[in-house]
């Protein structure tokens, strides 16, 4: 039986969007022994591992030391120190105990290798500033917790895939788990025990939270159990885990906090310093916002001390929410304001030259600004005067000619550009020289928005309204 052509024609049935389906990770899932064996390799500590460890140690620390973020990276994208963190998860997932044990053993090993490797760098190295890239690694707040948390997700799911993925070397460089221990080792090696404090803090903030996103991952997928444990010691084992969570995240909580509290101090006191440096009554050289001492410090060429700068300075911190915020103002001469001490008159004098410098450039180019509008009307003015002529020699009738350059607006459109020509006549031009003179107008001056308007002179516009 034939099915009829209407049939045939018939558009396909819509599909309807099934999230269950899109965000099912089953469909492209290794098999459990292959997943298991991903891990347990990336735990193992000897050969290779240990080789990849401390050579991406040595790379991190000279990364760190010259303050390259490059280098950083590529030391992030070789480190094998993720390896035993999922091990970690993974273990609890599965209900290994074993695997935890090697795999907490094993990170043991990488940290005490690490710190041991960047410490005997960083005391060797001449260069013993802390840059940038090692400061950055000693303040961790909850938004590193976060980043921790998604990027470990992110690693597991890729580790559980069937075909290789891009995502672990992403996840690698997101977490970064080398560069806090090289930063750590900087402390250690010069007794700077706020910056290890402080990396050593960053990188059990992103190990515990990797481990836990893996553990969150393989109970989702709920790969099967290597043992099983009784309710008891399930139970134990939440409890160490939610005490472990709490003491990790709780100081990062703070911390983050103050990292907002200092970014909104330091963002009203930028306020208030660009007001007073717009004040033309003040030569601010410099200003320096301190969130930790909640101070803001003004640097200011004079020699005497202005009641009008620190009462100014008041009343805008007191509209900015900085009510409570110390005032410490330092004049570049003899003269010195609330407890700040005097600066060097060579300093000083040095600074005003600059300032000033600084001033004349400005006028310079103000200057050269009117300079150039002078040049450009002058050339209008000639413009138009060659413009008069030219018309003139074509039709006698014109006496005078004004053309103008603006912007055409009409209501519920945007400004247009637009150019207009005002021809003054001695008597009412013909449709033909009148046609004639736009033509020639539109391509003299090189636009297509051309309006053409005429004018008879007063004498001749009077004899014509009166008819004589």
């Given at each position: 039986m034939e099915t009829p052509a209407s049939e045939s024609l018939a558009p396909p049935a819509r599909e309807k969007l099934d999230l269950s389906r899109l965000f099912n990770l089953r469909r492209d899932q290794a098999e459990p022994q292959q997943i298991d064996g991903d891990v347990r390799a990336g735990v193992r500590v000897a050969g290779t591992n240990l080789w990849v460890l401390f050579f991406a140690i040595l790379t991190a620390s000279v990364g760190l030391n010259v303050n390259s973020t490059a280098v950083i990276i590529g030391a992030m994208l070789i480190s094998p120190l993720m390896g035993p963190i999922i091990g970690i998860g993974y273990g609890a997932g599965i209900n290994d105990f074993v695997l935890i044990r090697q795999a907490m053993r094993n990170l043991a090993i990488f940290t005490l290798v690490s710190l041991a490797t960047s410490a005997?760098?960083?005391?060797?190295?001449?260069?013993?500033?802390?840059?940038?890239?090692?400061?950055?690694?000693?303040?961790?707040?909850?938004?590193?917790?976060?980043?921790?948390?998604?990027?470990?997700a992110a690693g597991v799911i890729a580790l559980t895939r069937k075909s290789i993925s891009n995502v672990v070397p992403g996840v690698a460089i997101a977490t970064a788990l080398m560069p806090p221990l090289c930063t750590a080792g900087f402390g250690l090696a010069h007794g700077r025990w706020d910056i290890l404090a402080g990396a050593l803090y960053l990188f059990v903030i992103n190990g515990v939270?990797?481990?836990?996103?893996?553990?969150?991952?393989?109970?989702?997928?709920?790969?099967?159990?290597?043992?099983?444990?009784?309710?008891?010691?399930?139970?134990?084992?939440?409890?160490?885990?939610?005490?472990?969570?709490?003491?990790?995240?709780?100081?990062?909580?703070?911390?983050?906090?103050?990292?907002?509290?200092?970014?909104?101090?330091?963002?009203?006191?930028?306020?208030?310093?660009?007001?007073?440096?717009?004040?033309?009554?003040?030569?601010?050289?410099?200003?320096?916002?301190?969130?930790?001492d909640r101070m803001l410090r003004l640097t200011v060429v004079g020699n005497r001390n202005d009641p009008a700068l620190a009462a100014s300075a008041r009343?805008?911190?007191?509209?900015?929410?900085?009510?409570?915020?110390?005032?410490?103002?330092?004049?570049?001469?003899?003269?010195?304001?609330?407890?700040?001490?005097?600066?060097?008159?060579?300093?000083?004098?040095?600074?005003y030259t600059r300032v000033l410098s600084q001033q004349i450039k400005e006028k310079d180019l103000s200057i050269k600004a009117l300079e150039e509008q002078l040049r450009s009307r002058e050339a209008?003015?000639?413009?138009?005067?060659s413009l008069y002529a030219e018309a003139h020699a074509q039709v006698p009738q014109v006496e005078a000619l004004t053309f103008a350059q603006g912007w055409q607006s009409t209501q519920?459109?945007?400004?247009?550009?637009?150019?207009?020509?005002?021809?003054?006549?001695?008597?009412?031009?013909s449709r033909d020289d009148r046609n004639r003179l736009e033509k020639w107008l539109a391509v003299r001056l090189a636009v297509t928005d051309l309006v053409v308007m005429e004018q008879l002179q007063p004498a001749q516009a009077a004899r014509k309204k009166t008819g004589k």
């Amino acid at each position: 039986m034939e099915t009829p052509a209407s049939e045939s024609l018939a558009p396909p049935a819509r599909e309807k969007l099934d999230l269950s389906r899109l965000f099912n990770l089953r469909r492209d899932q290794a098999e459990p022994q292959q997943i298991d064996g991903d891990v347990r390799a990336g735990v193992r500590v000897a050969g290779t591992n240990l080789w990849v460890l401390f050579f991406a140690i040595l790379t991190a620390s000279v990364g760190l030391n010259v303050n390259s973020t490059a280098v950083i990276i590529g030391a992030m994208l070789i480190s094998p120190l993720m390896g035993p963190i999922i091990g970690i998860g993974y273990g609890a997932g599965i209900n290994d105990f074993v695997l935890i044990r090697q795999a907490m053993r094993n990170l043991a090993i990488f940290t005490l290798v690490s710190l041991a490797t960047s410490a005997i760098y960083f005391g060797l190295s001449p260069l013993n500033v802390a840059g940038s890239e090692l400061l950055a690694r000693t303040s961790p707040t909850i938004w590193d917790v976060l980043i921790a948390f998604f990027g470990g997700a992110a690693g597991v799911i890729a580790l559980t895939r069937k075909s290789i993925s891009n995502v672990v070397p992403g996840v690698a460089i997101a977490t970064a788990l080398m560069p806090p221990l090289c930063t750590a080792g900087f402390g250690l090696a010069h007794g700077r025990w706020d910056i290890l404090a402080g990396a050593l803090y960053l990188f059990v903030i992103n190990g515990v939270f990797i481990a836990t996103a893996a553990l969150v991952i393989v109970k989702g997928l709920k790969l099967p159990s290597r043992e099983q444990v009784s309710e008891a010691v399930l139970t134990r084992t939440r409890r160490i885990i939610a005490v472990g969570l709490t003491v990790v995240l709780v100081p990062s909580i703070y911390l983050g906090w103050r990292l907002v509290q200092d970014e909104i101090f330091a963002q009203s006191a930028r306020k208030v310093i660009s007001t007073l440096k717009a004040d033309e009554r003040y030569t601010i050289i410099e200003s320096t916002p301190d969130p930790k001492d909640r101070m803001l410090r003004l640097t200011v060429v004079g020699n005497r001390n202005d009641p009008a700068l620190a009462a100014s300075a008041r009343v805008l911190m007191e509209r900015e929410g900085l009510k409570e915020t110390r005032l410490d103002i330092h004049y570049a001469g003899d003269a010195r304001a609330e407890g700040a001490s005097p600066v060097k008159p060579e300093d000083a004098r040095d600074e005003y030259t600059r300032v000033l410098s600084q001033q004349i450039k400005e006028k310079d180019l103000s200057i050269k600004a009117l300079e150039e509008q002078l040049r450009s009307r002058e050339a209008e003015e000639k413009k138009a005067s060659s413009l008069y002529a030219e018309a003139h020699a074509q039709v006698p009738q014109v006496e005078a000619l004004t053309f103008a350059q603006g912007w055409q607006s009409t209501q519920g459109t945007d400004k247009t550009p637009s150019t207009v020509v005002v021809l003054q006549t001695s008597r009412k031009l013909s449709r033909d020289d009148r046609n004639r003179l736009e033509k020639w107008l539109a391509v003299r001056l090189a636009v297509t928005d051309l309006v053409v308007m005429e004018q008879l002179q007063p004498a001749q516009a009077a004899r014509k309204k009166t008819g004589k």
